[in-house]
C-alpha cells in the first residue's frame, strides 16, 4: 500500500482561538477561559487525546473482525498531566507536553480474556496516534514570511 497524505491549514480568529480545516470539516481550537481562551472549543492537548481515542476505536474495531469476535462497544477513557509552565515562559524543570497519559480501554465484547489481550496488544502496535506518541517523530516546522507591499 502506497503512503497516504493528510494536510491541515487554518487561521486564527484571536490569539487562544484558531479554526482549522481538513478535507470538508473545520475543526475549531481555543483554550479555557483559566488559561487565557475564550472556552469556546476544546485546546489542543484535549484534541490530542481525542484523536487517540479516535485511533484506539478505529483500530480496536478493525482487529476485533479480523480476530473474529463481535465488539458491541468500546468505551475510551483517556487523561493526563501537563505543567502549563513552560507554555507561559516560566522556569521549569517539565517538559511541555503530557508528562504521562492514561488510557482505560472498555470492551464489551464476546471474547475470552486470552483474545483481548492479543487483541489490546494488535491494537498498541498498529494505532498511528499511539506510534507517533510514543515514538520520535521527524517534525520539520518552516516560517513563510507574509510578503508585505510598499506604501
Not at 509552565?85 to 472498555?106: C, H, L, M, W
Request: some cysteine; aromatic content about 6%.
Amino acid at each position: 500500500m502506497s503512503d497516504l497524505n493528510f494536510s491541515l491549514s487554518g487561521q486564527n480568529e484571536n490569539p487562544t482561538k484558531f479554526v482549522a480545516k481538513t478535507r470538508q470539516f473545520t475543526l475549531t481550537i481555543d483554550e479555557p477561559e483559566g488559561l487565557g481562551g475564550t472556552n469556546e472549543a476544546p485546546n489542543p492537548v484535549e484534541f490530542l487525546l481525542a484523536a487517540y481515542a479516535g485511533c484506539l476505536n478505529v483500530m480496536g474495531h478493525i482487529i476485533a473482525k479480523e480476530l473474529d469476535f463481535k465488539l458491541n462497544s468500546l468505551k475510551i477513557e483517556l487523561d493526563g498531566d501537563l505543567n502549563p509552565s513552560k507554555v507561559f515562559g516560566q522556569p521549569t524543570a517539565d517538559r511541555a507536553g503530557y508528562k504521562e497519559i492514561r488510557v482505560n480501554i472498555i470492551p464489551d465484547a464476546d471474547a475470552d480474556q486470552e483474545t483481548l489481550d492479543k487483541w489490546l496488544e494488535a491494537i498498541e502496535n498498529r494505532c498511528p496516534v499511539n506510534d507517533n506518541l510514543i515514538n520520535p517523530t521527524p517534525v520539520k516546522i518552516a516560517l513563510k514570511p507574509i510578503k508585505v507591499l510598499a506604501a
